[in-house]
């Protein structure tokens, strides 16, 4: 095959204990999905699961025991930190049912869905879609993959990050509204999943703002830390 220009490389990230990379596929994310952060955020109850998605090479990928950096993003004053625990799609499919879901899990990461909240905010006003909010360059940060068998029990797992070293989000992934089988059920009923995709799952309360020059350490139990400095 010839191109008229180079081709986009393949984006992956690392996996724990293995030599190959995970090539990624798609990004999907869930909003609201977590009681406390949907109170947050100005809604209550359990609604149905919604999803929207950044593109693959909107991943920051940091190695283990590297601090990764993103650059401050244009048009924002109100760039928004979100940890959340990535879910890594091994086998793909359609109308998985929740009790199968966990079988077409690869293994998961810790990742953070950054979001410019003002510009968010100002589309969801309007009615119009949240793409120049969460879809823009460099707004997933994500860490190795661990592998479902050696990852402990994720659904039980503490989640947290931390500001230059001050707590401003801290859960645990039980709290999850729609728990990881359930969204994998509703999200394969809309999309046909494949390997390679990932899914962000939601970030519990305590959404805030980063400025340039922050740190932040993010940390599931059984899936390490995700260190990330903005640029
Ligand atoms: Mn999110």
Not at 185 to 192: D, K, N, V, Y
């Amino acid at each position: 095959m010839l191109y008229l220009f180079e081709p986009t490389p393949v984006v992956s990230v690392p996996v724990v204990g293995h030599a190959e990379h995970y090539p990624v596929h798609r990004i999907y994310c869930v909003g609201r999905n977590y009681e406390e952060h949907a109170k947050e955020m100005g809604f209550t109850g359990r609604e149905p699961p919604f999803f929207f998605m950044k593109p693959a090479d909107s991943l920051v990928v940091v190695n283990a025991g590297e601090t990764g950096h993103m650059p401050y993003p244009s048009l924002t004053q109100n760039l928004h930190h979100e940890i959340e625990l990535v879910v890594a799609i091994g086998k793909g499919g359609k109308n998985i049912q929740a009790a199968d879901a966990l079988s077409h899990i690869y293994g998961y990461a810790v990742g953070l869905d950054m979001t410019r909240r003002d510009l968010q905010n100002e589309m969801k006003k309007q009615g119009r879609p949240w793409c120049i909010g969460k879809a823009f360059d460099h707004s997933a940060p994500i860490g190795p993959i661990t592998p479902a068998a050696q990852a402990g029990d994720v659904a039980n797992a503490e989640i947290f990050v931390q500001v230059n070293g001050q707590d401003r989000q801290r859960s645990n992934v039980s709290q999850l509204i729609w728990n990881i089988s359930e969204t994998i059920e509703h999200l394969s009923a809309a999309w046909e999943l494949q390997p390679g995709d990932l899914i962000y799952t939601g970030t519990p309360a305590g959404v805030g703002a980063v400025v340039s020059g922050d740190t932040m350490l993010g940390a599931i139990a059984g899936l390490g830390e995700l260190l990330v400095q903005v640029a």
